[in-house]
Every structure is written in structure tokens, then in C-alpha cells.
């Protein structure tokens, strides 16, 4: 009964691996089923035995791979550090994922697409709103970051923060917020068109960031 549970739970994780670079290569509106289950090796049934169509397919995508693939990044900015320094680190990190890990390279080109239509799928508002939910946090994370605090519960590290501080943590947020998600929608397009992953590659939005 295990080796059965476990094969399942191999075959689910295979076809999300292939529905997540099908959506990123062909868009979710032209990929089939079908396309997703001869990708992965396996049946159409097979696609139908773990999800009920193809929003529902999209929604697990998104929910499986969000925190797993962009979790590694985000670790950067509670590492230790000044604020400027684990900023500096996350920014160039966040290059050399886009570059690197395609992965996380198609994870961004279908969350971030905005092409959503009147020829999606219906229902595909669920992934929209995973969409919505995720960027909303983001920015929380980067406003409660710039304005000096370790995580959610509300501490902070006086030290830390001395000079630290942008004047409008919001608006700065919001800026660099935009910036990831640009630099995203370019290595969509061509990696080869994103700055470099060094810190001349990530002066701008550093310095709109900080004071």
C-alpha cells in the first residue's frame, strides 16, 4: 500500500513538473492535457486521476511550486547582515536564479504573464488569485524588511537598522517589487537581456531603495 501511495505521489509530482514548462513554453491557454501527460510519460487518464481539468492543474502548479522554488531567494534577506548587504544579495541572487534555475524561470514567466483572456479557462481566477495572494506577499515581506524588522512578529534589530531605513518603506517596496517583476518578464523573453548578476547589475533599484 505504501509503494502504491508512493507512486502516486511520484506521477502527480511528474506531471506537475511538466505541466509547470508546458504553461511557461506554450502558455496555458494552448496547452492540452494531453500535451502535459505525453511530456510527462504517462496517460491522460492519468492527468484526470490527480486533477479535475486544467485550472485545477494550473492552481496545484502555482500552490506546489511557489514557496519551493522562490523559498531559497527570499532566505537571503533574513540571513545576517546589514540591511543594504542581505538587500544587495537578495537582488543578485534573484539574477542569477532567472539566469540559472529554469525552475524558477518558468515558475516566473507564468505567474507573472498577464496575458489572461477571454479564451483561459474558466475558473482560472483560482490561479490569478494564488497569483495575487503571492505578490501581495512579497511585498509585505520586502516592506517589513525595509523597514528594519527580522520577520512578521514585529522585532527588529536596532543595530540593523541604524541608516538603514528608506524613507517611504511602502513606496520603496513597491518599487522594487516592480523591479523583480520586469526582470522577470525579460528573462521570459531572453536571460540574456537581464542585467548583470553582480552588484553593478543591481545599483539601481538598490539605490532607490535605501537613503
Known sequence: ???TAEEAAQTKAALLEAA?????????????????AQR????RGAVYHHFTDKTALYAAVIANSWDSVTAPVWAVL?????????????????????????????????T???SYGPDQPEGISDGRASKSYGLADWLQRLETFLA???????????AGRRGTHADDPSGAAAGIL????????LAATDPDLLPPSD???VALPLRGALP
Open 1 to 3: 500500500m505504501r509503494r
Open 20 to 36: 509547470l514548462f508546458q504553461f511557461a513554453e506554450h502558455g496555458v491557454a494552448a496547452t492540452k492535457l494531453a500535451d502535459v
Open 40 to 43: 510527462a510519460g504517462l496517460t
Open 78 to 110: 533574513d540571513s545576517d547582515g546589514p540591511v543594504e548587504d542581505r538587500l544587495r544579495e537578495f537582488l543578485v541572487a534573484w539574477l542569477r536564479r532567472l539566469r540559472e534555475d529554469r525552475h524558477f524561470r518558468a515558475l516566473l514567466t507564468i
Open 112 to 114: 507573472l504573464n498577464a
Open 148 to 158: 528594519g524588522k527580522r520577520g512578521g512578529d514585529g522585532s527588529g534589530d536596532g
Open 178 to 185: 516592480a523591479w523583480l517583476c520586469g526582470t522577470a518578464l
Open 199 to 201: 552588484a553593478s547589475g
